[in-house]
């Protein structure tokens, strides 16, 4: 298992602020799952809340998920503040996020590192994960939109999410589909999604075939001997000897 991408620059200026490297400790451990949460929360960015419409609640469940998440960066600020050698410095020099306390979509900013880490050999878990939470960003954002648009027929979660499914692992059977333009926009990005994943999915496999056969190699290597090469110069060389005893005049017995 791989340890979790984290945020480099964000560690040393931690370090900075507290010498113990307690600070250091807790960003490293929490900042991909705070991402991952910023990452899974992105339809609220997405969405405007005048689109949220009435049914099901939509936008009292929004107000609660920017509430939500308002609390939790908060908490998480204040645990930061509190490991920070020099609080009220730390606070000054973290502007954006306090900014995040207040207006939590900001940190959606920070959680497209961890998307751009996924795509280093070797996070493959990871990468599969932030896919599917796209996916699922993308099926509330259609969702929203198709709701109670004219000539829809997407008007339930679960209808989207089918439509979401089957659209990104390339089957597309047609049964539903967005029309409005929010819609088709999102589609084009779990299209777009879908193929990435194929590709990084054969890649994958490609490269562990390489590797096995690499290792394979390298092990029938290390037990056989080396063998000694032969080069043209040495079979002619060889050759003229040959020939050389062929012509030599033989000296019979008397």
């Known amino acids: 298992m791989t340890?979790?991408?984290?945020?480099?620059?964000?560690?040393?200026?931690?370090?900075?602020?507290?010498p113990s490297g307690r600070l250091a400790a807790y960003i490293a451990k929490t900042q991909t799952p705070l991402d991952l949460l910023a990452l899974a929360?992105?339809?609220?960015?997405?969405?405007?809340?005048?689109?949220?419409?009435?049914?099901?609640?939509?936008?009292?469940?929004a107000l609660i998920v920017r509430l939500g998440l308002s609390v939790i960066y908060g908490?998480?600020?204040?645990?930061?503040t509190r490991l920070a050698r020099r609080h009220w410095h730390y606070v000054r020099t973290n502007p954006l996020s306090l900014v995040v306390v207040v207006f939590p979509p900001v940190r959606v900013i920070f959680s497209f590192r961890l998307v751009r880490s996924l795509f280093r050999r070797g996070n493959l878990e990871r990468f599969l994960l932030a896919a599917s939470v796209l996916v699922l960003n993308g099926a509330i954002v259609v969702d929203l939109y198709e709701r109670h648009a004219k000539g829809s027929n997407i008007h339930t979660l679960w209808q989207s999410v089918w439509w979401a499914v089957t659209t990104?692992?390339?089957?597309?059977?047609?049964?539903?589909?967005?029309?409005?333009?929010?819609?088709?926009?999102?589609?084009?990005?779990?299209?777009?999604?879908?193929?990435?994943?194929?590709?990084?999915?054969?890649?994958?496999?490609?490269?562990?075939?390489?590797?096995?056969?690499?290792?394979?190699?390298?092990?029938?290597?290390?037990?056989?001997?080396?063998?000694?090469?032969?080069?043209?110069?040495?079979?002619?060389?060889?050759?003229?000897?040959i020939e050389e005893l062929l012509t030599a005049p033989s000296t019979a017995p008397e």
């Open 41 to 61: 929360t992105l339809w609220i960015v997405v969405v405007p809340p005048g689109d949220f419409g009435t049914a099901h609640h939509a936008s009292t469940i």
């Open 168 to 241: 990104v692992t390339t089957v597309g059977y047609g049964d539903y589909y967005p029309v409005t333009a929010g819609g088709k926009v999102a589609a084009s990005l779990i299209m777009a999604i879908g193929i990435l994943t194929i590709a990084v999915i054969t890649a994958q496999v490609a490269g562990s075939f390489v590797d096995q056969a690499a290792r394979a190699r390298a092990s029938v290597e290390a037990v056989e001997p080396p063998t000694t090469e032969v080069t043209m110069a040495d079979l002619a060389q060889r050759l003229a000897r």
């Open 75 to 80: 908490i998480d600020m204040t645990i930061r």
């Open 3 to 18: 340890t979790p991408p984290v945020d480099t620059e964000t560690v040393r200026d931690a370090d900075r602020d507290d």
